[in-house]
């Protein structure tokens, strides 16, 4: 009797081994398994042993990371491509994760890329992107006078770009677009709109046309023919400031070869050796506008630097500028 409970006992035992063993086999087999209708974005890999899924993703998937990103700052786009990054779908760390997906989920892809990549390459757009501050102004070229608005100071928050880059490599089906996010640093101290208070009147010469333009509240008013520098003696282009004005001004005498015995002389108003008629106004190392009785030089390259006019012309001119308006010369 007792060796039939052993033998009933001991069968028992077996059966249930054979029963666990069964079970275990099951469970290993689902586990190396995808759940049903799990999907790695588009791509379906439900009931798919996890080796044959990452040889899908990676069939599948490989090219979703080579579109480049945009990274925008106003009108200005910035590219960062995949190559740079070393953007790729890690076709095993997505598998994985679609074992541990429940039945019916959508699993996001698993990208990679280089940190140290994107770091660097948010630094670039900082250094192109930051700027300090500028105030309204004005420039004059081609017979133009031109206004510069004024701009803000900004700088790239490299932080945020750096995370907002990261978000979108690391995401295969993201809008491959960022904006550089900035901070406005510093505001203009003058803007478009106190130019033409700031400039009531610009003087702009051009030596080719030779021609003065006088330019009040920046719209033209009028024009003046005037005598430039002769070639050797050319009136020195640039932008200037008239810093003198004198009526009947007296002439000293530049220490150069071309003065003579004049040179380094002090002549008087009214003297018939100084060419200074009626009114001089200073702008640059002894160069400034005067008035001139040789009025057949006007039109032509003929004087040692300065710029002349007529005797009118240059009183007139006189009455609208003072000391400090601005002088363009080209």
Known sequence: MIRAVTFAVGAILAIALVVAVAVLVVDVAEDDAVADDVRVGTVAVGGMERDEAAALIRRRLAGTTDEPVAVMFKQTHYVLRADVAKARVDADATADAALDADAGEIVAPRVTYARGAVRSFAERIAQRVDRPARDADIEWHDGR??????????RVNQATLVTRLERVMGNAGA????????????????????????????????????????????????????AVGKAGLETTAGRYKIAEKTINPAWHVPMSDWAGDLAGQTIPANDPRNPLEARWMGFHDGQGIHGTTDLASLGT???HGCIRMSVPAVKQLFREVKVGT???LQ
């Open 145 to 154: 006078l031109d206004r510069t608005r004024a701009r803000s100071g900004v």
């Open 301 to 303: 390259a003929a004087s």
């Open 326 to 328: 601005p002088l363009f």
């Open 175 to 226: 809008e491959r677009k960022v904006q550089v996010p900035v901070r406005v640093t510093e505001r203009p101290d003058r803007t478009f709109e106190d130019l033409a208070k700031r400039y009531p009147a610009v003087i702009a010469v051009d030596r080719d046309a030779k021609q003065l333009r006088l330019y009040k509240h920046l719209q033209l008013d009028k024009r003046y023919k005037i």
